[in-house]
């Protein structure tokens, strides 16, 4: 079993910049790739980024290029999602997830942990 934790949400105006953190516990951190998803209201789930045990491999959906920044601390059993320049359209519950084929760090459906997740909210 893996625990995950979400933090760093919050009320934020456009253009401004976020910081959420996911720490981990319980099985091995370093043997799972880690991915950050959002839920907006009425909307399904979406793959936001994704990085892999080695960082050797990260992933990002093509709304978040450039602005945001996912990185991982296996030290400190932890998973970052830098957000800059960020819009309304932005505004979700972020959700951190780890799944155990790097192959797969794209596909929600593969999955196994999430986190509860973390309200953001980016006004205009």
């Known amino acids: 079993q893996v625990q995950l934790v979400e933090s760093g949400g919050g009320l934020v105006q456009a253009g401004g910049s976020l910081r959420l953190s996911c720490a981990a516990s319980?099985?091995?951190?370093?043997?799972?790739?880690m991915g950050w998803f959002r839920q907006a209201p009425g909307k399904e789930r979406e793959f936001v980024a994704a990085i892999s045990w080695s960082r050797a491999s990260i992933s990002y959906a093509d709304s978040v290029k450039g602005r945001f920044t996912i990185s991982r601390d296996n030290a400190k059993n932890t998973v970052y999602l830098q957000m800059n320049s960020l819009k309304p359209e932005d505004t979700a519950v972020y959700y951190c997830a780890a799944v155990g084929d790097t192959a797969a760090m794209t596909n929600l459906n593969r999955y196994s942990y999430w986190g509860q997740g973390t309200q953001v909210t980016v006004s205009s």
């Open positions: 319980g099985r091995a951190f370093n043997r799972y790739a």
